[in-house]
């Protein structure tokens, strides 16, 4: 039950700096008002009375992101930021220059709501957005709350983005007196099923991908995290890390496959391009020194995008299952063959593509947006586009969605603090600050709809979200993409005609999956 009512002056107890404050209070008292006199408004934050931070107008300004609400956006900083981090809350009084006494919410889950319930930007004050309630003119504010413990968390990261998300991680921690210790690790899943099993020390949170989800979860070193999905997150993403009806892992953001083309070599197409016009500008593009397009055709990273445009309804089957054989895959790699035939694409490793593509050598390639803050980096020419439809469908060639996220290993030392930093990380401040760095998407939708639009790829990438396919975190699926890996390679050389190369595949896949259960 939320409790919201004005409290009477005579009845709201001692104000957050009464006449019983220590000495300490007290310099916090004339530190505000040396604040006030510079910066002509201040806040006052209190934790059960004692007195916790000041802060000033410019200060909070200096803290604040955007915060969309209907047609406007705000000035706006989140309440996780602004107190210490907590074990629980159940109480946040306020005082407003507009009002008499004490605003009082209370809720015995406000511990859970701090990082959204946010302070925003008004006129020449700041007011308090609860819900979908606003208060204006705060000036005061006290939390009734348990602290948490300054134990020591530990977290791994991985993939791009690394300096970025260790300068927040190292930010929330300072803010909060923790100490974290973070650590680049290359394959977390691995690590962390092998230092279990030796039992070993083991971090608090790791960063993992959807195709880890299978293995960590049945090798029970992760925690289900239900309780922890925050509402506004893209429900991709929550399919990304859900397994047996489970949520394993708090999405972080995603990447999207895209066109990288050279606009000194080709045209710009139109977003609702077909297939056909794909390869008149492959075409057009084609000469001895120019590889019209090129993406690495040996994985089924690349494929699957082409299978869904072809009619394929489910990458995975609801019974875990997966099915190769079938007429959408059959016509997805016969199309990719002829591509490659008609000397319309070359096939190449990540590596090699992008150096074709950066030399001027490549027209276009698929790859992900996780590739545009190098070629940014690089200042070379590129632009950006979504992937293709197929007209015979009326699909568009469905880029894989490549989601990153939080998991809390079953072992952690300090999960409210796990819980409290992945809170922060997947909040609406962080989520938009590392969005706008490496041009991912957030995993937070709000933070999407903040965005920087102005940014020359945020259409391409808003449309590969939309059309997108979130890879699986069924095992059949890494069984799947591992022998695709091998079996394709016949097919786009021509030493195996496709539908044997799928038949054969099938059989594999199908084997494989028996010989694991």
């Given at each position: 039950?939320?409790?919201d009512r ?11 700096f ?6 300490f209070?007290?310099a916090?008292l004339?530190?505000?008002a040396v604040?006030c006199?510079?910066?002509?408004y ?8 004692t ?29 996780d ?5 907590v074990?629980?809350?159940?109480r ?30 008004d006129?020449?004050?700041?007011a308090?957005?609860y ?11 006290n ?13 791994w ?17 300072v803010?909060h ?5 973070v ?11 092998s ?10 949170i ?13 090798s029970?070193?992760?925690q289900n995290?239900?309780y922890m ?9 929550r399919n ?12 972080f953001y ?11 070599i ?30 690495n055709?040996y ?5 699957i995008p082409f ?7 489910n990458?995975v ?5 997966i099915?190769?054989?079938d ?17 319309l694409?070359?096939?190449?490793e ?10 001027g050598e ?5 790859s992900?947006?996780?590739a545009?803050p ?5 200042g070379?020419?590129?632009k950006?586009a979504p ?11 469905s880029?894989?969605?490549?989601f ?10 300090n999960?409210?603090?796990a819980?409290?930093?992945i ?26 709809a ?16 939309e ?5 699986p975190?069924?095992k ?11 079996m394709l390679r016949?097919?786009i050389s ?24």
């Open positions: 039950m939320v409790e004005r409290v009477p002056p005579e009845t709201a107890g001692p104000p957050v009464g006449k019983e404050a220590s000495m209070k007290k916090g004339l530190l505000a604040f006199t510079l910066d002509l201040a806040l006052s934050f209190s934790v059960n009375g007195g916790w931070s000041t802060k000033t107008d410019s200060e909070l300004s200096n803290l604040s992101y955007n915060l969309p609400r209907g047609d406007t956006s705000h000035a706006a900083v989140s309440l930021e602004l107190f210490p981090a074990y629980e809350a159940w946040l009084d306020f005082q407003s220059a507009r009002t008499e006494g004490l605003t009082r919410l209370s809720d015995p889950d406000l511990g859970n709501d701090l990082n959204r319930i946010y302070l925003i930007r006129e020449d004050s700041w308090l957005l819900k979908s309630r606003i208060f204006y003119g705060v000036e005061r504010l939390l009734e709350c348990e602290p948490l413990e300054r134990d020591p968390l530990e977290i990261i991985n993939w791009e983005g690394i300096d970025l998300l260790r300068k927040e991680i190292e930010r929330w921690a803010m007196a923790v100490d974290v210790k650590t680049e690790v290359p394959k977390p899943d691995s690590k962390l099923i230092i279990s099993q030796a039992g070993g020390d083991v971090p608090d790791i960063m993992v991908q959807s195709s880890h989800i299978d293995r960590l979860s049945n029970g070193t992760i995290l239900d999905f925050p509402n506004g997150m893209a429900e991709q993403g990304a890390f859900s397994h047996d009806d489970k949520l394993w892992a708090v999405p995603s990447d999207a496959q895209m066109i990288f083309y050279n606009p000194m080709i045209d710009t197409p139109d977003f609702n391009w077909s297939l056909a016009d794909f390869e008149e500008l492959c075409l057009s593009a084609k000469n001895e020194n120019i590889i019209p397009s090129a993406w055709s994985s089924a990273s690349f494929l299978q869904m445009a072809f009619g394929k309804q990458l089957e609801p019974d875990g299952s099915i190769i054989n007429e959408p895959t059959l016509a997805a790699l016969e199309y990719v063959i002829n591509l490659h035939n008609k000397g694409m070359k096939p190449m990540r590596d090699a593509m992008t150096s074709l593509f950066v030399s490549a027209a276009m390639i698929i992900a947006s996780y545009i190098h070629f940014l980096e690089l070379i020419p590129f950006t992937l293709p439809i197929n007209p015979d469908t009326g699909l568009r060639v880029p894989l969605l490549d990153k996220a939080f998991a809390v290993t079953k072992r952690s030392h999960t409210v603090g819980r409290r930093l809170e922060y990380l997947c909040g609406m401040g962080v989520q938009q600050r590392f969005s706008a760095e490496t041009a991912k998407l957030p995993a937070l939708e709000a933070a999407w903040a965005a920087d639009t102005d940014k020359p790829w945020y259409e391409a990438l808003n449309i590969s979200s059309s997108g396919t979130v890879i975190t069924e059949a699926y890494s069984i799947y993409k591992n022998t695709m890996w091998k016949f097919a021509g030493k195996m005609p496709a539908d044997q190369v799928l038949k054969k595949t099938q059989d594999l896949v199908n084997k494989n999956i028996e010989d694991r259960e």
